[in-house]
């Protein structure tokens, strides 16, 4: 049972053949150094070994150079790995300027392009295992550095001449640490081969492939600064797994549909790119290679999805999984197709030959991906010239489309709901590399006039394209691409829209006019830094800042008393901070540390209370972890809320109102959290050691009915809002339950809303504004004895609500409510259906989670 089949033993063989070449003396293989051959059955490299390795390589060879970037999340060296020629390393950061002048070379004529074309090398980005549990891109990369530096044959010499390869071996070093780990733990008994318990990044899981717009996690801002600002890539991969029992590998192009705004050239060159590494697959033998199928055109705002709109081939590879490092077999009935444009395990033009089934291994994977990204690097060196001049082309035509289209650019006023978080956005953009200026003086633009200290963000720059994903209102395809046969609707990869102005709640208005104005380019990120005004009467905070709710928290900490207004009066509006007179350096460094300004009052408001900070706890399960659990955890941390996580045996042992004011539920399923998760469609489910099958169970119910009653608070988002209403009998019903998706279908999308904004749960939010709707429970109150312990704090609008991506059945939720509060006993469960803290992104709704955290 455990012998290969045919074609994986001529890929080995051919394989083997091409890499024979006289390896010389004095450079450490990865088999001498790990003891074992990387891929092996029941082997992991540990992220530790690897680094060490890496460097041992770099000490013997002058083709490789590795950095460490900085700590990780939890302080391991994320690593860039460069290779290419002796020569072309020597003058490295000669050939990276001029890379980047070619990739925005305005003011240059056509013979100094002609002269940097000649005198670029096609630069060439490949990660590994972002997913960590994707475990076969790092344990290929030792090698694939290994071969460049040691083989002496033509082709790896055209390559290491002619191409420049940034290689970040792994993406998430803690996962790849974390599963290793577990991986020993478990071999041999078991559970071995099974996923890891708990999220496989300290905050995110794997979220962290839809962090390449905000990047909040430490790990996407090395790989920004790499891809975005340093070095600007014309083409990059990133090496994945998926499901076991369809085709063994993906390899681009997207399938159906695209989405819009990247330069054309983009699309035609993961083709170039996807063809020649499919042939070379093909080639080496291997079988069950689909491209152009399963993954679409227009995914989410992770890394192989983002970069066409930074004007980069982006693209990502998939090979079938394995039990991490335990081979698996796999009978020829078990196989299928159910993919985008691929709906039958049959042969077709995108996958010309099939696996037939058996055993599956690392080993194969380790191949595969190493073939694949050899031939990234191999099409790159045969093409120098036109993937060098083609970053010049894609630049200034996205700058001409910018330049002519409608809009030309966006405006970003002065005058701004919440101006931190607006100068949050902009410092966000400026990581991604987008040019931005600000008006040193008032301009006018038509009929709108616009203040000093205005951003605006033309067009007519090479990343357009992202520009208008991120800023413009974002409609996401509703067509023969996006239904299937019966006519109902096929769910995007992720969200229908990645609108960062709208999720953060910042106004950007579209501009086509002609306009005067005095600009200045931003160089440097805007300073969040704020100022105490001289007073003997106090201060106040602007509680339309979601970093008051952080300036609040530090006060506490400090001891220092902090109260709310309640009633607006000259001065003062609903939900603003009064800190009574004293203190002054405090106030000055937390205005420093937090950019909010400390406003000096003449007197007292009419009406306010003293400001509690409510002991607060946060439901963290097992089952491979709870992603939402992970970024809830991440945004109570940026703004500096005091939190505990608690597992279920606190939950069975009762008592928890003699410790928690507020316990928070983040976003999940109510099976999951009774212990008895669904499986993902077509594969087993996960099984774990006892200790790790997490479930309220009956008995935490029980208790958390006992702290609500007893006067505690209940935070429930998303679809746990389901298990309240289920476990805790409320009389709430959520209108969305059950209905087809013919009839209403909404995936991560924008949504136009109301806020009660004098009710206390929704001080310092707008009038209007939109949330983040991800098929979210959407509430309607239901007759009861009584009707006067519900409250609506968030009302969906009467119609047109979609502001950007998809919605089918409007009027299903058109006047329901979004987020519904329930007295229950002496306490109260909050009901937040939409998403309003989704990745530590949606910043324009975070004040609805802050407020359920202070009393």
Not at 38 to 58: H, N, P, S, T
Not at 60 to 70: A, F, I, L, Y
Not at 247 to 262: G, H, I, K, L, N
Not at 531 to 555: I, K
Request: aromatic share 10%; charged share 20%.
């Amino acid at each position: 049972m455990n012998k290969k089949t045919p074609s994986m033993i001529l890929c080995s063989l051919l394989f083997a053949a091409a890499v024979s070449a006289q390896h010389p003396a004095g450079v450490t293989s990865p088999d001498t150094f790990f003891g074992f051959q990387l891929g092996a059955d029941r082997k992991i490299a540990r992220w530790d070994a690897l680094v060490e390795y890496l460097q041992v390589l770099a000490r013997e060879s002058d083709k490789v150079v590795v950095t460490d970037m900085g700590p990780t999340t939890n302080g391991n060296p994320f690593l860039l790995v460069v290779v290419s020629s002796a020569e072309n390393l020597s003058r490295l950061e000669e050939l990276r300027q001029v890379n980047n002048t070619l990739f925005d070379a305005r003011g240059l004529d056509a013979t100094r392009v002609d002269e940097l074309v000649a005198r670029g090398k096609a630069v060439v980005c490949q990660s590994m295992s972002l997913h960590a549990t994707e475990i076969g891109g790092t344990q290929m990369a030792p090698e694939l550095v290994y071969d460049l530096i040691t083989r002496e044959d033509a082709e790896t010499r055209r390559i290491l001449d002619n191409v420049i390869l940034l290689l970040i071996p792994s993406f998430n070093p803690d996962g790849q640490i974390m599963v290793t780990d577990w991986y020993r733990e478990t071999l041999g008994g078991e559970y071995e081969g099974e996923s890891l318990p708990w999220l496989y990044h300290p905050y995110s899981g794997h979220d962290n492939n839809r962090d390449g717009d905000y990047l909040n996690l430490v790990e996407s801002k090395y790989a920004a600064k790499v891809m975005y600002r340093d070095w600007k890539p014309q083409a990059y991969i990133d090496h994945h797994h998926m499901g076991p029992y369809g085709a063994r590998f993906y390899v681009p192009p997207y399938s159906e549909p695209m989405r819009p705004y990247a330069d054309p050239l983009v699309w035609r060159e993961m083709s170039l790119f996807g063809g020649h590494i499919a042939y070379k697959l093909e080639e080496a033998g291997m079988t069950g290679v689909l491209n152009k199928a399963q993954y679409p055109g227009w995914g989410h705002f992770g890394w192989h999805w983002i970069t066409p709109f930074h004007n980069m081939a982006g693209m990502l590879t998939e090979s079938a999984s394995a039990k991490l490092a335990t081979p698996i077999f796999i009978h020829p009935d078990q196989l299928q197709g159910d993919a985008r444009e691929w709906k039958e395990y049959e042969a077709q033009t995108t996958i010309p030959s099939l696996w037939p089934g058996g055993w599956w291994r690392l080993r194969d994977i380790v191949e595969q991906q190493k073939i694949a990204a050899w031939a990234m690097l191999d099409v790159a060196a045969r093409n120098r010239e036109t993937v060098v001049r083609n970053a010049y082309l894609k630049s200034k035509r996205q700058r001409e489309r910018g330049a002519a289209g409608t809009p030309n650019a966006y405006v970003l006023p002065h005058d701004q709901h919440d101006p931190l978080t607006a100068a949050k956005m902009v410092n966000t953009l400026l990581l991604s590399d987008i040019e931005i200026l600000q008006a040193g003086t008032a301009f006018t633009v038509g009929d709108v006039s616009y203040g000093a200290g205005s951003y605006v963000i033309p067009l007519a720059q090479p990343k357009m394209g992202l520009v208008r994903n991120l800023l413009g209102r974002t409609l996401y395809p509703d067509n023969e691409w996006t239904r299937d046969r019966s006519g109902a609707p096929l769910r995007p990869y992720d969200s229908a829209t990645h609108t960062m102005a709208e999720f953060m709640g910042v106004r950007v208005d579209p501009v086509s006019a002609a306009f005067v104005a005095e600009l200045v380019e931003l160089n440097d990120r805007v300073p969040l830094s704020g100022t105490v005004e001289p007073g003997d009467s106090g201060h106040l905070l602007d509680g339309r800042l979601n970093d008051s709710f952080r300036a609040v928290n530090q006060l506490i900490a400090e001891g220092i008393s902090v109260r709310r207004v309640d009633e607006a009066s000259p001065g003062f509006r609903p939900g603003d901070f009064v800190v009574p007179a004293g203190s002054s350096a405090a106030l000055k460094r937390i205005a420093a540390t937090t950019g909010v300004d400390f406003e000096a009052v003449a007197a007292g408001p009419a009406a306010d209370h003293q400001v509690k900070a409510m002991r607060t706890a946060m439901y963290q399960r097992y089952w491979g972890g709870n992603m939402d659990e992970g970024w809830t955890r991440m945004t109570l941390e940026a703004f500096d809320f005091p939190y505990t996580s608690v597992k279920d045996a606190e939950f069975q042992t009762g008592d928890l109102r003699s410790k928690y004011d507020v316990i928070i539920l983040p976003d999940d399923q109510t099976a999951t959290m009774m212990g008895a998760p669904e499986p993902h469609p077509g594969r087993p489910a996960p099984v774990y050691p006892p200790e790790y099958r997490s479930a309220i169970g009956d008995k935490g119910v029980e208790a958390l009915g006992a702290f609500v009653e007893s006067g505690g608070t209940l935070v429930a988002l998303g679809e746990a809002t389901e298990f309240a209403i289920e476990k805790f009998g409320l009389a709430v019903r959520n209108v969305i339950d059950d209905l087809p998706t013919t009839e209403f279908f909404c995936p991560g999308s924008t949504v136009k809303a109301r806020f009660d904004n004098h009710h206390p749960l929704a001080y310092g939010m707008p009038d209007e504004g939109v949330v983040l709707f991800w098929d979210s429970p959407t509430f309607q109150i239901e007759p009861s004895q009584h009707n006067e312990w519900y409250e609506t704090v968030v009302r969906y609008g009467d119609r047109d609500l979609l502001q950007s991506g998809w919605l089918i059945g409007e009027e299903h939720i058109a006047k329901k409510a979004g987020m519904v509060v329930a007295k229950k006993g002496k306490g109260r469960v909050i009901l937040i259906g939409f998403r309003t803290q989704n990745r530590s992104q949606t910043h324009g709704t975070f004040k609805l989670l802050f407020n359920t955290l202070l009393q």
